[in-house]
T-cell receptor
Framework: GAGVSQSPSNKVTEKGKDVELRCDPI?????LYWYRQRLGQGLEFLIY????????KSGLPSDRFSAERTGESVSTLTIQRTQQEDSAVYLC?????????????FGNGTRLTVT | DQQVKQNSPSLSVQEGRISILNCDYT??????FLWYKKYPAEGPTFLIS?????DKNEDGRFTVFLNKSAKHLSLHIVPSQPGDSAVYFC????????????FGTGTRLQVTL
């Protein structure tokens, strides 16, 4: 059974470069979330998609961060001009509904290291 | 401002004993609460949830207790097993809206033999 798939699993990039992180949610899940976890901290909400629309992008930390979702499926999180403070594990999650009656299913994350 | 707090970063418990993980929240709008479990190099997995209309929810060895007046919830694991060793995240949010959860910083549980 396919769960949430994220790629790459690890990414090392130089400061100032752009990176793209990919998420393939569970088939049929309409809700998709991006979170990040910096070292020693909890999960920090970034953005929420319902279908291809993002009704809540309040967690994106700056305009260097953007995300899109197409075909009510794959989502890409893009970080432009990466900074060292962007180093974190970026987690994608999906659920069948956008409510808490359907818990989030997380991928294994992409560990981003900005040098 | 940490709206969901897990004040114990780590906890060590002997196999067979009870593990109690605690979580406090400050936002009165939160009325749905969840616990997630995370192993290294994996994403969190859903464990158990509770809504504010209840004060207890049980699922096998796992029980979550909610004290709304104290804005406190706890997860009890009885009996604890070595496979329970993981990081446990408390999460909270308002129901009725497709919105984001607020997660705590996690408690690392180690169950020793």
């Amino acid at each position: 059974g396919a769960g949430v798939s994220q790629s790459p699993s690890n990414k090392v990039t130089e400061k100032g470069k752009d990176v793209e992180l990919r998420c393939d949610p569970i088939s049929g899940h309409t809700a998709l979330y991006w979170y990040r976890q910096r070292l020693g901290q909890g999960l920090e909400f970034l953005i929420y998609f319902q279908g291809n629309s993002a009704p809540d992008k309040s967690g994106l930390p700056s305009d260097r961060f953007s995300a899109e979702r197409t075909g009510e499926s794959v989502s890409t999180l893009t970080i432009q001009r990466t900074q060292q403070e962007d180093s974190a594990v970026y987690l994608c999650a999906s659920s069948s509904l956008g409510s808490y009656n359907s818990p989030l299913h997380f991928g294994n994350g992409t560990r981003l290291t900005v040098t | 401002d940490q709206q969901v707090k897990q004040n114990s970063p780590s906890l060590s418990v002997q196999e067979g004993r009870i593990s109690i993980l605690n979580c406090d929240y400050t936002n009165s709008m939160f009325d749905y609460f969840l616990w997630y479990k995370k192993y290294p190099a994996e994403g969190p997995t859903f464990l158990i949830s509770i809504s504010s209309i209840k004060d207890k929810n049980e699922d096998g060895r796992f029980t979550v207790f909610l004290n709304k007046s104290a804005k406190h919830l706890s997860l009890h694991i009885v009996p604890s097993q070595p496979g329970d060793s993981a990081v446990y995240f408390c999460a909270a949010g308002p129901t009725g809206t497709a919105s984001k959860l607020t997660f705590g910083t996690g408690t690392r549980l180690q169950v020793t033999l």
